[in-house]
Every structure is written in C-alpha cells, then in structure tokens.
C-alpha cells in the first residue's frame, strides 16, 4: 500500500481568481517524483501557491504526512524554490535595474555565503556546494550573480534545511549544458541519499528530468488526468491539445530598412575591453565588432560574463566610460546620453525581468519600451498606445492589457516583456535568453518571429544556452569563456 505524503482534498480557494475550474484534489505518495505541465498561464505556479499555503482556503484540506502517519506544518516539509525568491534575499523591490553594475551603491547587498552558512549544519551545506560545484561563487553579492548562477545558489540554500520535498519552478532554464547535467545528476542522488521526493514545474516536455515518475497536466485551470511518466512522453494528442500558442508573426506591421535609427555602420566596436569587479576580472582584453544586420549568437558558460558585456552595449554599465566601446558609430563618451543609445536597442534579460516588480497594467509595461524604461515614467501618446497594442495582440497577450503585471504568470511576463522589445522597432535587437519559462508551442513561435521580423538592416545578438533555440538567420558566433 502506497503510503501517502501530501494529500490535497476537495480544494477551493476562497478568493475568486485563484480558484481552479474544478475543486482540487491530488495525492502524492512516498517515492513518487511529479512534474506538473501545462502552456503559460494554465495555473501551474498557482496549484503549488495554493499548496504552501499562499492562499486562504474557502473550502477542502491539505495534509502532510511524515514517514510515521504524523501531520507535519506545510512550512517544515516543502521547500519551493522559484527565480522570483531573489526578492527575499534582498532589496530588489527599492532598487533600480542599473544599479546592479554601480559598485558602491549596494554596500547592503549579501555575499552567498554569508546566506549559505547562516544555517547549523554546515557540513551538509558544504557537501551541497561540493555537488553543485558553486564554490567559485561563495565571495559573490548576490545582485552579481548571473540568472544560472542564481537558480544553482537558491537550489542550495532550499536544500540546505533537507525539506521532504523540493518544489522547483523550471530549474534547468538559464543552466549551461555542463550545470543541466549536474543539477539532474543531484537531484537523483539526493532522492536515494535523504529521502528526497521532487516535484518541479515544467513549460516545456524536453525539461521533464529523469527522475520525474508522474505527470500531472494542466490547462485553463484545470487538473488533468494524471499519469506515469512514460505513459506521458508517448501521449502525442495530449501533447497537441496542451501546447497551442496564440502568437501570430503574420500581423507583423511593414518595417522598413529605411528607418533614420539605421544611419550606422557599426552597431558596436568594442575594443580591448576588461571590466573588473573587485579583484575578479570579469571580461578582460575583449574586442567585438557588429556591424549593421549582422545576427549573432553569443554563447558561453554560466559566469563567463554575459550579462554583463551586454550591459556595456546597453548602456546600463558605467565601466564602459573607462573602456574603449562605439556605439551606433559614436564613441561612448563623447557627450552622448544613454537615451541616445538606447533609442536604438530593444532589449530583454532575465536579470532585466526581476526588476520589473512594479504594479502596473501590462500595456503600460509593453509601452514603458518606447521610453527605455523598467515601469512606466512618461505617460504614451495615443499612437503609441495603438503600436502597444497592436504588439500584444502579435504576441497573442491583448486580453492582459488592463492586467497588473505582477498577477500574471511568469511565462505571461515573459511575452509582455518581449512585446516591449519590439514597440519602438529597434535597429539593434538584444535578446538574452528569451524564451526563459515559454511552453513548447510558444518558443517555436517566437522564434518564427524573431526570423521575420530582423530584416537586412537589423543587428541581432542572441544569447541561450541551448543551441535550437537560436535563430535560423543567425550566421555569426561569439563564445565567452570564464576567467
């Protein structure tokens, strides 16, 4: 007889808009490892919020259930860890998205490990970091550390008070091919070492680990059937049915190659360049060359400096005045403002994605593009507010529009902040990683409309560890490599 570890019973929240089609009821037994899938914003963030307790119950039980039969508080037996968790380690909700590369402005920020060996059993902690091979992270602020950096330090900080289960929110997006291996390699050892049983949450069926032995589906708010992981994979209907995108690249407006923001010949030189963050040199004697139309790939490790070489070319880093960078065909500081510069570029980051914390309907989020800004600071004109529109509707999220951004689902801020990118029809189009957390179907089409929309004058640099995920009209590479 299977013994029963989390039963959720008959479930109904009791505010209206958590509430799912049908009273929730879902049993996991002792060894079962669960992966719950559906499309963005089919609930699945929202079943494991209402499972931790995020939610006050209007009717049903949650139970948790120790190796004896005892019930045990939902806090002491389930840790969840998600991207958004950065906000409780720190103060992103008061910060500014440029002042994570101004040093000196957050002296109140956290080293890893200061966080890390906060907890007794230190041995323990020191054997996650061994496993997870984030030694070279330990002297970090947190605020430094990269999107993929970032999901390795907060695994094993919710690890490190060995929880009965471990909930993930897609924990191998943002991780290079080296630390994917890793992290699935751990989690099947820690399930034998302590007890371990996992449930992760997954947008996309390649992002099922081996480990998983059910699956859970969901659409619209609705529980499906569920079922073994194998009897899954082999479903190609459920598959069709789950994954439906609404992106249409062919309402795409007429772009000309004639826009005056592509009177350049070069997008970026970038010359000899070393940035240095203390004593840890992260870039160093570093020279690129983009010119008008190109489409890169940039591709490198978790660490080897990513995120902050395209803060240099967005403008967002004030190490580039004490290096020798062009932008556009103008040398940074020449008198140039970043607005200048960014007039230019449509731009999307994970790291971008954690400061946009700001309550605000979500046309007003695709509208702040037009004004380089993350949250709205000016006010759109009505044709700007017409062009916002219009590329929520491309992007299949118009129904979002009058939304506050921060009570949608993580993919569904993933697609209004890629909408953003486009509004204001940039000549240099960065994108790092930007399908993060998109289901199957969505990615396959954000990807058609990245190929239709960067015409012969648009500069593209494209950044994900997973190389089909890249464009087919990309034909250039730059690799980082770490210090």
Not at 414 to 443: C, Q, T, W, Y
Request: net charge positive; charged share 25%.
């Amino acid at each position: 007889m299977n013994k029963k570890i989390i039963k959720i019973e008959n479930v109904i929240p009791r505010m209206d808009y958590s509430q799912f089609q049908h009273p929730i009821n879902w049993t996991i037994n002792k060894n079962e490892h669960w992966a719950i899938i559906g499309p963005n914003g089919s609930g699945k963030s929202l079943l494991i919020d209402i499972l931790i307790g995020k939610h006050a119950l209007k009717d049903g039980v949650i139970i948790c259930l120790d190796e004896n039969g005892l019930q045990k508080p939902i806090k002491d037996f389930i840790k969840f860890v998600a991207f958004r968790d950065i906000y409780s380690l720190t103060d992103f909700q008061n910060g500014y998205y440029q002042q994570r590369w101004n040093i000196g402005l957050e002296e109140d920020i956290p080293i890893v490990k200061n966080i890390l060996f906060k907890e007794r059993n230190q041995e323990w902690i020191n054997y996650l970091i061994s496993i997870f091979k984030i030694t070279d992270l330990l002297e970090k602020k947190i605020n430094l550390l990269s999107s993929g950096e970032l999901r390795k330090f907060l695994i094993v900080r919710s690890l490190s008070t060995k929880p009965r289960i471990l909930i993930l929110d897609n924990p191998f997006i943002g991780l290079d091919k080296s630390s994917r291996k890793i992290l699935q390699k751990v989690l099947t050892d820690l399930a034998k070492i302590d007890n371990l049983q996992i449930i992760i949450i997954a947008s996309d069926i390649h992002d099922i680990p081996p480990i998983i032995t059910h699956i859970l589906p969901i659409k619209d708010k609705k529980l499906l059937p569920y079922s073994l992981k194998s009897d899954f994979l082999l479903n190609y209907n459920l598959h069709k049915s789950l994954f439906q995108s609404k992106i249409n690249e062919s309402l795409l407006p007429h772009l000309s190659d004639k826009n005056e923001k592509n009177d350049f010949k070069y997008a970026l030189l970038l010359k000899d360049i070393t940035i240095c963050y203390g004593t840890r040199t992260i870039l160093k004697n570093l020279s690129w060359k983009v010119k008008k139309g190109e489409k890169w790939a940039l591709l490198g490790p978790n660490g080897s400096g990513k995120s902050t070489l395209l803060s240099l070319i967005a403008a967002d880093n004030p190490q580039a005045y004490a290096n020798d960078i062009t932008l556009f065909d103008r040398k940074r500081g020449t008198g140039e403002s970043i607005w200048d510069i960014k007039k230019h570029i449509g731009y999307i980051s994970p790291e971008m994605h954690l400061y946009y914390h700001k309550n605000v309907n979500c046309l007003d989020v695709v509208g702040s593009g037009f004004f380089d800004t993350i949250g709205l600071y000016k006010k759109c004109k009505e044709n700007q507010k017409i062009t916002a529109l219009k590329w929520m509707k491309i992007f299949g999220i118009e129904n979002l529009k009058n939304t506050s951004f921060l009570s949608i689902s993580t993919g569904e801020q993933r697609l209004v902040l890629l909408a953003r990118v486009f509004v204001k029809d940039p000549s240099l189009i960065i994108l790092d990683e930007p399908l993060h957390g998109l289901d199957m179907a969505n990615k396959q089409q954000i990807k058609k409309l990245i190929e239709k929309f960067c015409t012969a004058n648009k500069a593209l640099i494209y950044v994900t560890h997973y190389k089909e995920e890249i464009p087919t009209i990309t034909n250039k590479v730059f690799t980082l490599s770490k210090q």
